[in-house]
Structures are given as C-alpha cells and as structure tokens.
C-alpha cells in the first residue's frame, strides 16, 4: 500500500508566507487609509488608495509568475531585486527633485520605451542597433523633456 498524502509536513511552507503577508497587509491598510484622510484627502481618495495598493500587488503578480516559469526562479529573484532598487531610486528622484505626477509618468513612459529599444537589438542580429539606440535614444530623450517640462509648467 502507497503511502497516504498529508498536508501537515507541507503545511507551514506552502501557506506561511501567505498569511503572513494577509496578515501584514491586513494591519498596514487601515493605517494608510486613515494617513490619508489625516493629510487631506477624501474617504473616497483613501478607498482609491487602498484598492490600488491590491490591484499594484495582482498586477506585479502576474508578470513575476511568468517570468519565474519561463526563466526560473534565480533569474525571477534578481529581476525581482533590480525592480525594486529602480522603484526605490524613482521614489528618492521623486522627492528629491519634487517631480510631479506627470514627470513620473514620463519615467514610466521612457521606462517601457527602453525596454522596446533594448528587444530590437538581438545578440546574433544587429542589423537594428542603430534604429534601436539613435533613433530610440534621441526619441526618448525628446519624450522625457516633453514630460518634465509639462510637469513644470503645470505646477507653477
């Protein structure tokens, strides 16, 4: 006869994490929705806030399950780690420079056009590096500046 399954040694490892992370979320939610109404803004503003804090974490879940099963989880972690080093030098930039909403998406913006400049060039095919990092480059350069300047003359 076949051993019989049992949850119990796996019970720990599989499901910990998550109820740490319910349970952490669960206690920082009430805290950023009550920090926002605290700063001025509406209960509508701080349900926003809450609900976007749930949507960020489903919509970066699904792109790390994807590159964990196509690429592995070594290169997951790392990929995950150079994220969130970016994310934290963006929030520094942001406050350090005092960037408004619309210089912030122009990041995000020249952020995903750099990742399309970088998927032209293949390492056996350059036949595109000149499109890719001229003309892309100065592209870029131009969007960037569009972005900033809207930002700073909107806020003035």
Known sequence: MA??????PILIPAFGPALLFGVAEGAVLPVVALTARDLGGSLALASLI???????????????????????????????????????????????????????AGVAVVAVLLAYEHSLVKPHDLSKLNAAFFTMNGIISMIFLFFVTADFLLRR
């Open 3 to 8: 051993d019989e399954f049992s949850l119990r």
């Open 50 to 104: 809450v609900a976007l804090i749930g949507i960020g974490s489903l919509v970066s879940n699904i792109p790390s399950a994807l590159i964990t099963t196509r690429h592995g989880e070594r290169t997951a972690i790392i990929t995950a780690g150079a994220v969130s080093c970016c994310s934290l030098l963006l929030a520094m930039l942001v406050y350090v420079l005092q960037l408004g909403v619309i210089a912030v």
